[in-house]
């Protein structure tokens, strides 16, 4: 890696600020892209996998609301085995943040505090991934979970279709950064059907929720969408979109959304067997509980594999 690549994090960086027990939002200014940056890997295709092309198209992962983990990892291993390149990086330890072995952002930060650290950082590999010799540069692939899903869904709206062909945004919540007016390239909006991650209930799915407009910030460098009219700053008392809601509209537009639902699958579906547990958000008396419900069966695993290796083969002619 040339030394000029690299863009380390300076001094005046994100800050978290508690907002009440437990529980931050991050604020200051957010770190760019460092491709130098210890948690950055680029893990190439084995040797015994497809050659799908001269060099291997890549799947671009933006981490999910705990940094990154089991299913990233899990996701990159399928990837590589099946003839793609795949790039993890923690958006979190590029700001700075020595967060590992906490529960700091898994329940103790703002979706939109996470959302806005992955974004930057992702849009900035995203600019380094393009033209980076060791991958096909016009057949790159995006994958987000959780808060990187909705990062992965908002990349669907700055990206060049020369040289990102689909977006995957798995289990994208409604609160956070908001979701845009207008995508660019194909975007597939994934969910388990028993995703109630975040849930006040049992049956509080994904998909189907909407948040409080309050909850909402934009992001430092992202398109025009719903966080315009429906933010901490706009209409605040209001609720927005469900991610269902905000889907269906762009498909009525005519825009290149679609969405997959499997059986037998929960919050992450390259997470693990199922397991039906809940989530502590905050600490003290207005600690909030919810439901957590994550994984899915390995059919299901599978079958979200080959979806995936479906729409990355067809981008060949």
């Known amino acids: ?142 994958h987000g979970l959780s808060n990187g899903g909705a990062v992965a869904l908002n990349m669907a709206a700055v990206v060049d279709p020369a040289h990102v062909r689909a977006v995957f945004a798995e289990g994208a919540p409604s609160a956070g950064i908001g979701m845009p007016d207008q995508i660019r390239v194909p975007l597939k909006m994934i969910f388990g059907k028993l995703d109630n991650y975040g849930g006040r209930t049992e049956d509080d799915w994904m998909h189907l929720r909407t948040d409080p407009c309050v909850v909402n910030q934009s992001a430092e460098g992202a398109a025009p969408g719903t966080t315009q009219r429906c933010s901490l700053v706009a209409n605040p008392s209001s609720r927005g979109l469900s991610p269902q809601e905000w889907g269906d509209q762009l498909k009525a537009a005519g825009q290149p959304i679609e969405f997959w639902f499997y059986e037998d699958a929960a919050h992450g579906i390259l997470f693990g067997p199922i397991d039906r547990g809940m989530r502590t958000y905050g600490s003290g008396p207005s600690a909030a509980r919810r439901y957590g419900w994550v994984g899915a069966s390995p059919d299901a695993a599978n079958r979200f594999t080959l979806d995936l290796m479906r729409v990355i083969k067809a981008s060949y002619p």
Not at 13 to 34: M, Y
Not at 107 to 126: D, P, V
Request: with cysteine; aromatic share 10%.
């Open 1 to 142: 890696m040339a030394q000029a690549d690299c863009r380390p994090s300076g001094p005046e960086v994100a800050q978290l600020v508690e907002i009440r027990p437990g529980f931050h939002r991050v604020t200051g200014p957010l770190a760019e892209f460092d491709p130098c940056h210890r948690s950055v890997q680029l893990s190439l295709p084995t040797f015994f996998a497809d050659k799908l092309g001269d060099k291997p198209p890549l799947m671009l992962i933006a981490h999910g609301g705990n940094g990154p983990g089991a299913a990233e990892q899990e996701l990159a291993r399928r990837m590589n085995a099946r003839g793609v390149a795949a790039l993890i990086f923690d958006a979190y330890e590029m700001n700075g943040f020595r967060y590992r072995g906490t529960s700091l952002f898994l329940t103790g930060a703002t979706n939109e505090s996470r959302q806005r650290m992955i974004f930057k950082t992702t849009l900035g590999a995203y600019h380094w991934a393009k033209q980076h010799p060791r991958v096909d540069g016009s057949r790159l692939f995006i």
